[in-house]
């Protein structure tokens, strides 16, 4: 029996031997075909998810406010054999939201995926010293223009007969912080807006779901993984005593995205790390 034979035959046994082998390398290209973009993608869990969706062979928008952040992410993704195209985007301008799903549509013809992580903090500490400026900044980036962006990009995944979109909100959603309260706010705001649009948006095909991260090491919350005090608070609500990577919340991300997930809509899952968080 020659070398190429006994590979097939070996191929042919593990796969029916072992089942989720064959499902595994499948998954792979479970998103081939699809255009994908990711708000605020050039860092943490946006660049994270931007991996996760390219790797299953989704084609990717990236953005971010800052150009040379957009050719830093276009230039890392490219060399890991990932399609993507990038372009500035401040989610709070609508010009900019436009111009991110314009680029989606004349370099990747269509768009199947809106992944809406950007968010701002500009606040810390107690709500009641927040500022009118300071809600109005919030709910704008992190609320309002995560629906806007969808209201953008559904008479596109319409087109293409279905899509999804998936909102990226937090642990605070559930759980207030500490000092973040007009954030936390912003957070809980986004669950309700997920379970607001599945209804009416899967009439059109179009699911869509939410990722409530714990704590991850990413540089927007360094300030929490970086201090010992507020760790060893945390770490006594954790069943998994660390703090979470991007790369485990993008994996869920691109999982709501595929057909693995094809029955799920309006539902928000948390990755915390057995952080107790619910409604």
Request: proline share 3%; charged share 20%.
């Amino acid at each position: 029996m020659n070398v190429r034979v006994m590979l097939r035959s070996a191929v042919r046994y593990l796969l029916k031997t072992n089942p989720v082998a064959g499902q595994r390398s499948m998954s792979q290209s479970s998103l081939a075909g699809k255009v994908a973009i990711v708000t605020a993608s050039t860092d943490g869990i946006g660049l994270a998810a931007a991996q996760a969706l390219g790797k299953r062979g989704a084609r990717v928008v990236v953005s971010s406010r800052k150009q040379a952040n957009v050719d830093k992410a276009v230039a890392l993704l490219q060399s890991q054999n990932i399609l993507v195209t990038g372009t500035t985007c401040n989610v709070g301008n609508g010009e900019d939201r436009e111009k991110l799903v314009r680029t989606a549509l004349d370099q990747c013809g269509g768009i199947d995926i809106l992944v809406s992580n950007a968010a701002v903090n500009p606040f810390f500490g107690n709500i009641m010293d927040s500022t009118e400026d300071v809600w109005d900044k919030i709910l704008s980036v992190n609320v309002k223009s995560a629906f806007l962006m969808t209201k953008l990009v559904v008479p596109h995944m319409k087109k293409r007969g279905g899509g999804n979109v998936v909102f990226v909100s937090s642990v605070a959603g559930y759980q207030p912080m500490q000092a973040l309260g007009p954030y936390s706010v912003s957070k809980t705001a986004l669950l309700g807006l997920t379970r607001a649009l599945a209804p009416d948006l899967a009439l059109s095909n179009i699911r869509v779901n939410c990722v409530a991260p714990g704590i991850i090491k990413t540089r927007f919350s360094a300030a929490l993984w970086q201090n010992e005090g507020v760790m060893d608070e945390f770490n006594k609500q954790l069943s998994i005593k660390r703090v979470g990577e991007p790369e485990e919340i993008g994996g869920v991300i691109a999982f709501l995205c595929t057909e693995e997930a094809s029955y799920i809509t309006g539902e928000t899952i948390t990755v915390t790390g057995g952080m107790g968080c619910r409604l």
